[in-house]
């Protein structure tokens, strides 16, 4: 892990820019899948609403940054509290439904979001999307990509403390317990609309915090950047690297953002590539890279991945 780190620290001094680019987009990605394990592994909940989020928190961060002009350091996390807002709003009805309902639903919720990016033409500009300016780190940084990607990093590396820890809790505990059985959940006195709530925002943030940082990356928020790949996409991220791990999250997100680079000159085979590895990870290897990675290093363990059975 230390030498990770080191690597990460020093990769703006020995990286050429698009691999810089690269590194980036796949910190963002972490702290994305992550929120969506969160909701998926963790809790149980198919939702992939947070595609929809990702945008919300994009075009938020760039309203408020751009038409309201306030600078990066408020529109970033401002833009994170609204995607949750909307995720808490989204949860709501959604707490109604489970299984393949609540997958239809908020798919349905993210092409509908999507809908609203291309023709509220006032506040998102429409197709055209809205131009970023750019973000001034001062004397942080010597360039504004140096300063957002050590940004991102310090992002990245908080929300997958801070995830590692939570998982951990009670409230973790409590996620575990309504993914294996909410009668039994219930009947231990957990609340399941708290906990879903709580689950929904946390992703929900993660989502939004993450759409403000692409939309510094880009320098541009438009909505074909939030269309249906978006889902399938971080879907692929999750499943891939392994569901119910925070570790399997973050390889997931890496290693797809790099299938995803590989083939960006041949764009209409990345859904198929994402389906393929979607399909063939079910198929073949239910716990994704995760339980290779069991298999080879002994010891190695994720906290509450099933509840113990009593004896």
Known sequence: M??????????????????LFV????????????????????????????????????????????????????????GGLIAMIVGVLVALPALRLTGLYLALATVAFAQFTLWVFLHWYSVTGGPAGIQMHPVDF?????????????????????????????????????????????VA????AIDLTRYKTIAYAISALYAGVAGGLFAAMLGIVVPESYDLFQVIAQFAMV????????????????GLIWVQE????????????????????VLFLRGGAMSLIKRHIKGWDEPLRRIPRKR
Not at 146 to 168: E, H
């Open 138 to 182: 001062g004397v942080l940084a010597s360039t504004a990509e140096y300063g957002l990607y050590y940004l991102t990093m310090a992002i990245m590396l908080a929300v997958v403390a801070l995830t590692w820890n939570l998982v951990r809790s009670r409230i973790g505990r409590a996620f575990v317990a309504i993914r294996e059985s909410e």
């Open 239 to 254: 499943v891939v690297g392994g569901i119910g791990s925070v570790w399997g999250a973050v390889i997931g997100a890496v």
């Open 2 to 19: 230390a030498v990770g780190l080191v690597f990460l620290a020093t990769l703006p001094f020995h990286a050429n820019p698009y691999l």
């Open 185 to 188: 959940a219930e009947a231990l």
């Open 23 to 78: 590194g980036n987009l796949a910190m963002l990605y972490i702290v994305l899948t992550v929120g969506l394990n969160l909701l998926i592994g963790y809790t149980g909940m198919l939702a992939f609403q947070n595609a929809a989020l990702f945008g919300v928190g994009a075009y938020g961060c760039a309203v408020l940054r751009v038409t309201l002009g306030l600078p990066y350091w408020l529109s970033l996390p401002a």
């Open 262 to 281: 590989a083939l960006r000159a041949f764009k209409e085979f990345q859904e198929i590539a994402f389906g393929g590895m979607i399909l063939l990870t």
